[in-house]
C-alpha cells in the first residue's frame, strides 16, 4: 500500500497544521502595532496558497531547491500584491513596494510598540516577517520533515514580542501554539514509524502495535518539554541581591530616583537656603551639573534605567570624554566642593566634561551619561565633601555646523520619540526650523526660537509640586509661560523630533561668591538645561530659558554663518511639508518627483531573470536530449528499440545485465514488470512479476524473439520500429509501475543514461569478502531490486 505521507490528502494536512502553528504564533505580534487585522487575515490568506502549493510541489516529487525557490517566488508576489494591489511586478508597483517599507522602517524606529494608528504603519515589515516565519516552518516541518527543529522556528517568532515590548504573551495563544506543534510533531513521527515496514495483504503491519505506544511516548515528552518550559520559570525563585554589597556578578542595577523632584522642591521653597559651596582657582563654576534626564516617556523626562559595573567607582580617572575630538582646544581645573546638611541628593553634582573625581568608593559613575550616582539608598550627599577636575571645551560653531549626523555615534535610548508624542509638537519642530539648512543651525533656531522670538515668558509659578509630574509641554508651548525644566525638556524632544540626539541636564545655574571666597550655590540657582550631540564636539549645552532667567547663551550657540538665519515663528514659517503629520501622504510634487525617476533595478532584475532563464535550460537539459535520442530510436529498427529499452530500464533505476544474450535478458526483465496504474492509488512497493502483467510479458517476449530473428536467424528478418513500437510501449508502461512515482519522474527529468549512474546486475559484496561463485539467478538482482 502506498504511506499517507506520499499522498496529497496527508501532504494537505501536515502543511495545513504547520501553517496555523506559524500563523498563531505571529498572532503573539499584534502587541507591536494597533490595526494588527490587517496583517494576520492577509497573511493567513498568504499562507493557505504557500502551503497548498508546498503540499502540491512535494506530492509531485519535485526536488526541494524547487519547492522552496518556487514559495519563495510565491510568497513574494503574494507581500507585493496585498502591500500595493497587484501582484505584477512593474516598476511603479515596486517603487511604491519599496517606499511602503522605507516608511514602516522609519516609523520602528521612530515610534515605540505598539505603534498606533495615523503613522505610516509597519505592516509591511510585519507581513514578510510573517511569511518567512510560515516558509520557514513548511520547509522545516514539511518539506525537510523535520518537525522537532520546526520548533525552534516558533520559538524565535514567539520571543520577538517580549524582546521588543518586555511584556509576556497571553497564555491561551502559548496553549495554541504549543498544541499544533505537538500534533505537527505526533503526525509526522507516525508517518516515519509506519515507513519502516510492510505487513503481506490481510494481515496486521509488524509495526502495528508498536506505532501508537511510539507516538504517545513522542506526544509525553513533548508535553513535559512544553510542561517543564512554563513551570521552572515559575518555580525558580528570582534573585535579591542588595546594590554594590556582597559578592556578586559583575555589573548591577543601580536604584534611581528622580532629580526633578529635588529640582521642584527646592524651586518652590519660599527662602534661598544655601547648599553647597565650590572652590577652585579656575573660572566661575557654571552649569554644575547634577544628573542626566536620559528617556523621554511622552509626558516627562526620567533619568532611564541604570546598570553600573563595580569597577565605575568615582574615585579616580574617568575615560575619555565621550565624542569630544581630540583637537578640540580645552582647560582643565580643579574643584573642591563642600555640601551643607540641606542638599541630601542621591547624584553627586559635577561639571560637565570631567575627567577625574574623588569621592569615595560610596558613588559611580554612568559611562553614558558621565553623571555619578550613589551606590546604596542611605548615601547621599548631606555634609559630603569632595574634589574632581573639570574641562572647559573651546566649541567650534563652523565644526558643529558642517557635522554628519550623531544619531548613529550615540546609545538608542538619546533619539528614541515615543509614538504617543503630539503632533503638533512634531509640526511646530518642523515649522520653526524650516528655513534652518544643518542640524546646528535648527538647534540654534530653537534656542533663539524659546528665549526670543517665539513669544514665551518665564514664570516660577507654573512649577508643579515635588511629586505632581512634569507639566504637559503642549499646554507649555501653547501658552508661552513656563519655567527651566518645561524650556529644556521641549526643546529636547523637538531636537529628537529634527534627527540631532539630544537629552536634558539638571544642575545649578550661576553661583554667587560667598566670604571666605568661594563660590556658593543655593536652592534657586537650580536650573534645567538641554545638551545636544554633534560628532567631533561632544554633547554641548544649549540654552532656551528666556533672558529673565538665564541671562547668556553660550557664545557658540549665536554664532553666524554665511547665510544669514531667519528667524521664524509658527505662524511665519512655511507649513511643515518636511515632517507631514502622521496618516498623512506626501505632497502631489514629491509624488511627481519620484515618478519621474523610478527607483526600479531593471539591470539588476534582467540579470536576475537571464540567471534564472540559464538555471532552467541547464535542469531541463537531461530531458530534452533523452527526448531527441528516444525520437530517433523509434525510427530505427529493432535494435535501436532494444537500446531504447535499456535506457528506460536505467532510467528507471534499475541495473541492465550486460554481456547477456536477448533471451537471458528479457527472462531478467521479466521479473520487474508490474501491473499498469491509471489512477491515483499506486502503490509504494508494487508486486512485479511476469504474473502480474501477462501481456507487457508477451510485448517483451515478442520484443526479445524479433531481436533474435534478426541477429541469428540464417536469413535475417528486417524489422522496423514501427512495427515493435506498441509492444515497446506495453514494456516500458509496466515497467514505470513497478517503481515509485518518485523514482518514475526522475527518469524523466533526470534520466541516468543522460547523466550517468553507476549502476551493475552484479551482487555487492561486503569489504573483505570476494565472491568466487557464480551467482545463482536470485543473486544476480542489485540491491534496488531486493528492496523495491
Known amino acids: 500500500m502506498r504511506a499517507s505521507w506520499s499522498t496529497l490528502p496527508h501532504q494537505l ?11 498563531t504564533t505571529v498572532l503573539s505580534w499584534r502587541v507591536l502595532t494597533e490595526g494588527f487585522a490587517e496583517v494576520a487575515i492577509p497573511l493567513l490568506l498568504i499562507g493557505a496558497v504557500l502551503a497548498g502549493a508546498g503540499a502540491l510541489a512535494r506530492w509531485s516529487r519535485l526536488p526541494v531547491l524547487a519547492v522552496v525557490a518556487g514559495q519563495l517566488v510565491l510568497g513574494a508576489l503574494l507581500v507585493l500584491g496585498t502591500t500595493t494591489g497587484s501582484i505584477v511586478p512593474t516598476p511603479d508597483n515596486v517603487d511604491v513596494f519599496l517606499a511602503a517599507v522605507d516608511d ?6 521612530s515610534y515605540a510598540a505598539p505603534v498606533q494608528l495615523g503613522v505610516p504603519p509597519v505592516h509591511p515589515l510585519l507581513l514578510i516577517g510573517g511569511a518567512l516565519v510560515v516558509l520557514l516552518v513548511d520547509l522545516v516541518a514539511c518539506t525537510l520533515r523535520r518537525a522537532p527543529v520546526a520548533g525552534l522556528v516558533l520559538l524565535g517568532a514567539y520571543t520577538l514580542p517580549v524582546a521588543v515590548t518586555g511584556d509576556a504573551v497571553s497564555w491561551w495563544l502559548f496553549a495554541m501554539v504549543a498544541a499544533l506543534f505537538l500534533t505537527l510533531v505526533f503526525i509526522q513521527h507516525s508517518d516515519h514509524v509506519t515507513s519502516w515496514g510492510r505487513a503481506p495483504d490481510g494481515e496486521k503491519g509488524s509495526f502495528s502495535v508498536r506505532t501508537g505506544a511510539i507516538g504517545n511516548t513522542a506526544l509525553a515528552l513533548g508535553g513535559a518539554a512544553i510542561a517543564l518550559a512554563v513551570v521552572v520559570p515559575v ?65 516627562e523626562w526620567t533619568p532611564g534605567d541604570r546598570e553600573i559595573p563595580e569597577t565605575q567607582a568615582a574615585n579616580g580617572a574617568l575615560p575619555p570624554l565621550d565624542g569630544v575630538g581630540v583637537d578640540v582646544p580645552r582647560r582643565q581645573f580643579k574643584y573642591d566642593v563642600r555640601v551643607g546638611p540641606d542638599f541630601a541628593s542621591s547624584w553627586l553634582p559635577t561639571a560637565a566634561q570631567t575627567t577625574r573625581i574623588a569621592a569615595g568608593s560610596d558613588w559611580r559613575y554612568d559611562l553614558n551619561t558621565r553623571d555619578v550616582i550613589a551606590a546604596r539608598e542611605d548615601v547621599t550627599t548631606a555634609d559630603s565633601t569632595y574634589d574632581f577636575t573639570g574641562v572647559q571645551l573651546t566649541y567650534d560653531a563652523e565644526r558643529m555646523d558642517s557635522a554628519v549626523s550623531g544619531a548613529g555615534s550615540v546609545a538608542g535610548i538619546f533619539t528614541e520619540v515615543p509614538s504617543s508624542l503630539n ?3 512634531r509640526r511646530l519642530a518642523a515649522s520653526v526650523t524650516a528655513d534652518a539648512p544643518t542640524r546646528f ?19 516660577l509659578s507654573e512649577v508643579p509640586s515635588a511629586g505632581d509630574g512634569s507639566a504637559d509641554l503642549l499646554a507649555f508651548l501653547n501658552d508661552r509661560v513656563g519655567y527651566c525644566e518645561q524650556f529644556a525638556a521641549s526643546m529636547a524632544i523637538m531636537a529628537r523630533v529634527l534627527g540631532i540626539p539630544s537629552r536634558v541636564a539638571v544642575g545649578f545655574l550661576e553661583p554667587e561668591r560667598a566670604t571666605n571666597g568661594s563660590w556658593e550655590f543655593s536652592s534657586r540657582d537650580l536650573h534645567a538645561w538641554p545638551e545636544l550631540y554633534f560628532p567631533g564636539s561632544g554633547w554641548v549645552r544649549f540654552e532656551p530659558t528666556p533672558q529673565s532667567r538665564a541671562s547668556e547663551p553660550p557664545a557658540y550657540t549665536e554664532a553666524d554663518f554665511e547665510q544669514a538665519l531667519p528667524t521664524p515663528t509658527p505662524s511665519a514659517g512655511r507649513p511643515a511639508e518636511e515632517l507631514p503629520q502622521r ?34 535550460l541547464l535542469a531541463m537539459t537531461p530531458r530534452l536530449v533523452r527526448t531527441s535520442r528516444r525520437r530517433r530510436r523509434l525510427e530505427g529498427d529493432v535494435e535501436d528499440l532494444w537500446v531504447e529499452l535499456r535506457d528506460v530500464t536505467r532510467d528507471l533505476g534499475h541495473a541492465w545485465p550486460v554481456g547477456r544474450s536477448p533471451r537471458q535478458a528479457g527472462h531478467w526483465l521479466g521479473r520487474l514488470l508490474a501491473a499498469p496504474v491509471h489512477d491515483s492509488t499506486r502503490p509504494d512497493r508494487p508486486r512485479r512479476g511476469r504474473d502480474q502483467a501477462p501481456e507487457a ?11 533474435e530473428r534478426s541477429r541469428y536467424a540464417r536469413d535475417p528478418e528486417t524489422f522496423t520500429a514501427d512495427h515493435l513500437s506498441g509492444d515497446l510501449a506495453l514494456v516500458e508502461e509496466s515497467l514505470a509501475a513497478g517503481v515509485t512515482s518518485r523514482e518514475a519522474r526522475r527518469a524523466q527529468w533526470w534520466p541516468a543514461s543522460v547523466v550517468g549512474r553507476r549502476t551493475s546486475w552484479r551482487p555487492r559484496t561486503r569489504p573483505g569478502r570476494a565472491t568466487t561463485t557464480t551467482p545463482d539467478h536470485e543473486s544476480t538482482r542489485t540491491v534496488d531490486e531486493l528492496v523495491g
Open 583 to 616: 496618516g498623512e501622504e506626501a505632497d502631489a510634487a514629491a509624488a511627481a518627483d519620484e515618478e519621474s525617476g523610478s527607483s526600479f533595478p531593471w539591470v539588476a532584475v534582467l540579470a536576475g531573470l537571464l540567471g534564472l532563464a540559464l538555471v532552467v
Open 104 to 109: 514602516a522602517l522609519q516609523t520602528s524606529r
Open 441 to 459: 543651525q535648527k538647534a540654534q533656531v530653537l534656542q533663539q526660537w524659546f528665549r526670543e522670538d517665539g513669544g514665551f515668558r518665564y514664570d
Open 423 to 425: 503632533n503638533e509638537i
Open 235 to 299: 518555580a525558580v525563585p528570582t534573585m535579591s541581591m542588595s546594590v554594590f554589597e556582597g559578592n556578586g556578578p559583575g555589573t548591577r542595577e543601580v536604584e534611581v530616583q528622580d532629580p526633578m523632584v529635588d529640582l521642584r522642591r527646592d524651586l518652590r521653597r519660599g527662602e534661598d537656603v544655601p547648599l553647597l559651596w565650590v572652590t577652585t582657582s579656575g573660572p566661575r563654576p557654571s552649569y554644575l551639573r547634577i544628573s542626566v534626564l536620559s528617556r523621554f516617556s511622552g509626558s
Open 697 to 707: 510479458a508477451q510485448a517483451l517476449d515478442r520484443l526479445v524473439a524479433a531481436l
Open 13 to 23: 494536512r501536515i502543511a495545513g497544521i504547520a501553517l496555523l502553528a506559524a500563523w
